[in-house]
């Protein structure tokens, strides 16, 4: 498998590269769409429990036909299945797991993050759409760390890494780290701070398709 | 003796008034009471306030409940699901009204109207649209808003399994949102697809104890949204 092509890191390129970030152990919670891919590249040695908001830590991958249950589902109200150790709980629960600050990591899909790590991923604003959260604003409220998983343009070719966002806020301040199909970014005290870039990809072309200053000298952590 | 069952979820729901907030448990189709739901569509209670993290799927369950313009409000955290047309085609025609919460601070209120507590404070939503208007408080140099408990006159809820005390036991995921649902109602009901004398189940393993359940109804193979939308089936 080539994760790695001349325009950066494919989809599951960037799941696999955002996975060598996670410590054995972790308690992660996978935003739906791109985030789920991660799931699909765990590292050789590592295991990392799932936390879905409807009510499962341990959650699995889908189920076989014999074994779908419409009652065991996740965020995304797709059929899944439970790990060994596994447990169910309810809303208040599970909520409690979010934002008591128990899970390790949010892994979440983006509509904009500006540079002071401001996330917008619910809500166009348009006058048209019918408003739905779910519980995004109380992962990225919550939970330790939040890393974004997106392309880093829109299908227009607009920048997603911005120094203000646009559209309605989920959270303020939040993101901790962002991984594109070009880069992986630190969101830092000084803004947007470069931590990697996808194979075949230079600075220039990363910062030309950012809506604010990257900077390349961070002292990282 | 005590036996909270009643004979039919029609028998559950007829005492369901105009303009009462009802709670209706379920996170997509797991959990949904549609039983319970198909017999307050047949009531014809209006003017309804619906809790309940989505609204529904198809023209079956709560998603039939809205179309036939029983609910003048929903206190909602996604009312768009994959599936859903009801809740949007009524939103647009300014038929519905809408309070999105999200869904921790929804779970969370709940459990707080249930629990005797007036409101809290949450660092959720600061500094975004859900949180214009709403009183906020600084707390360990982190901002914080002020949210309300929720009660309700009814809650609706399915269990897989409940006794004659209304202790209720729930399948899988089907639990989210039931459990707090159940302690914050003046009347809870709770369909179940097993019945069992008090006794039968085991104690340290009761979800839901039976102070806050007030009727059983006996619905021996619950319906599901998905099967019904399958089907091509609408309700009534």
């Known amino acids: 498998m080539t994760s790695a092509t001349a325009n950066g890191w494919t989809r599951d390129g960037i799941a696999k590269r955002l996975a060598q970030d996670i410590p054995n152990g972790s308690y992660v919670n996978l935003g739906i769409g791109i985030p789920e891919l991660v799931a699909s590249h765990v590292p050789e040695g590592r295991t990392f429990i799932y936390h879905t908001e409807n009510g499962l830590l341990g959650m699995g991958p889908s189920p076989a036909a014999s074994e779908s249950d419409p009652e065991l589902i996740n965020a995304g109200k797709r059929r899944v299945t439970m790990m060994p150790g596994a447990a169910f709980f309810d809303q208040a629960t599970s909520f409690a797991m979010i934002r008591g600050g128990h899970l390790d990591l949010s892994v979440l899909g983006a509509l904009q993050v500006a540079a002071n790590g401001d996330l917008a991923n619910w809500s166009t604003g348009a006058d048209d759409a019918i408003p739905a959260v779910g519980g995004a604003m109380d992962l990225v409220a919550g939970v330790k760390r939040v890393f974004v998983m997106t392309t880093h343009v829109t299908k ?10 646009t559209y309605p806020l989920t959270g303020r301040g939040v993101v901790t780290r962002i991984y594109s199909d070009l880069a992986v970014i630190d969101v830092t005290e000084r803004g947007f701070a470069l931590v990697e870039l996808a194979p075949g990809i230079a600075f220039d072309f990363v910062q030309e398709r950012t809506g604010a200053p990257i900077i390349t000298n961070h002292a990282r952590k | 003796m005590i036996d909270k069952r009643v004979g039919s979820a029609r028998e559950a729901v007829a005492d ?221």
Do not use: W
């Open chain 2, 16 to 236: 369901i008034f105009d303009g009462a907030t009802v709670m209706i448990g379920g996170f997509g189709e797991a959990g949904s009471p549609i039983e319970l739901i198909h017999a307050l569509i047949d009531q014809g209670a209006k003017g309804l306030t619906v809790v309940s993290n989505n609204t529904g799927t198809g023209l079956v369950g709560l998603a039939a409940l809205l179309r036939a313009e029983r609910v003048s409000k929903v206190i909602c955290s996604f009312p768009k699901t994959a599936g859903s047309t009801v809740f949007p085609d009524l939103y647009r025609a300014g038929k519905i009204e809408l309070e999105l919460v999200p869904q921790g601070t929804l779970a969370e209120r709940i459990r707080a109207g249930g629990a005797g507590i007036v409101a809290f404070y949450t660092p959720t939503a600061v500094g975004t649209p859900l949180a214009e208007g709403k009183e906020s408080r600084v707390f360990n140099n982190r901002e914080h808003v002020l949210e309300y408990g929720i009660r309700a006159d009814f809650t609706l809820i399915k269990g897989c399994k409940a006794d004659t005390h209304g202790n209720v036991l729930y399948h899988r995921t089907a639990r989210n949102f039931a459990p707090m649902m159940a302690t914050a109602a003046t009347v809870t009901i709770v369909q179940a697809a097993e019945v069992v004398e008090a006794g039968a189940l085991d104690p340290e393993a009761i979800v839901t104890p039976g102070i806050f359940v007030d009727r059983v109804v006996h619905v021996p193979s619950p319906a599901l949204e998905s099967a019904l939308n399958e089907a091509g089936a609408s309700y009534p």
């Open chain 1, 156 to 165: 227009e070719g607009e920048p997603k890494l911005v120094q203000h966002c």
